[in-house]
């Protein structure tokens, strides 16, 4: 009983090695979202496990081999990797400015049209203040003022 059993899971096993292997290999050659040594370091683990299904498929005859269960895990995990950083939007560049082509500004805003007796009360408003002003310097300049009577 045991060795049919055996053969299942030994052929289970390769079978999910080729598969993890060629996935892990795609995510470091598709997703362009991560950073190049992530997807070096995830290439060589997908050809690490490409290998290993290889080395048992054609040369493993007999023995004892090992079954790693991140070969079951590890695919599942940089896939899911890969969608939420091709999921997250890059933020927007500016548009490149083509050369010979003037870049139009935009037009300023139109002054608001102030009416006659609007004018009258903002130039009476603005002498009012430098009065103020004049009256308040004399006032310090007369207090500071050593000289004396002449």
């Given at each position: 009983?045991?060795?049919?059993w055996g053969?299942?899971v030994?052929?289970f096993?390769v079978v999910?090695l080729f598969?993890?292997g060629?996935v892990?290999?795609g995510v ?6 991560l950073?190049?040594?992530r ?5 060589l ?5 490409l290998?290993?299904?290889i080395?048992?498929?054609v040369?493993f005859?007999s023995g ?5 269960l991140?070969?079951?895990?590890l695919?599942?995990s940089?896939?899911a ?6 999921e997250?939007p ?5 548009a490149?400015?083509?050369?010979g082509?003037?870049?139009r500004r935009p037009?300023?805003?139109?002054a ?7 004018r009258?009360r903002?130039?009476?408003a603005?002498?009012a203040q430098?009065e103020?002003?004049?009256t308040k ?5 007369d207090?500071?003022d ?5």
């Amino acid at each position: 009983m045991c060795s049919w059993w055996g053969k299942y899971v030994f052929g289970f096993y390769v079978v999910m090695l080729f598969v993890s292997g060629i996935v892990v290999i795609g995510v470091a050659l598709v997703a362009s979202g991560l950073n190049p040594g992530r997807r070096v370091v995830n290439g060589l683990i997908g050809t690490a496990f490409l290998g290993y299904g290889i080395y048992l498929a054609v040369f493993f005859h007999s023995g004892e081999y090992r079954i790693f269960l991140w070969v079951f895990i590890l695919p599942i995990s940089l896939l899911a990797d890969a969608v939420r950083t091709a999921e997250t939007p890059a933020p927007q560049q500016p548009a490149a400015r083509r050369p010979g082509i003037p870049r139009r500004r935009p037009a300023p805003a139109p002054a608001p049209r102030r009416s006659a007796a609007t004018r009258e009360r903002m130039a009476a408003a603005k002498s009012a203040q430098l009065e103020a002003l004049r009256t308040k310097h004399a006032a310090k300049s007369d207090e500071f003022d050593d000289r004396g009577p002449l």
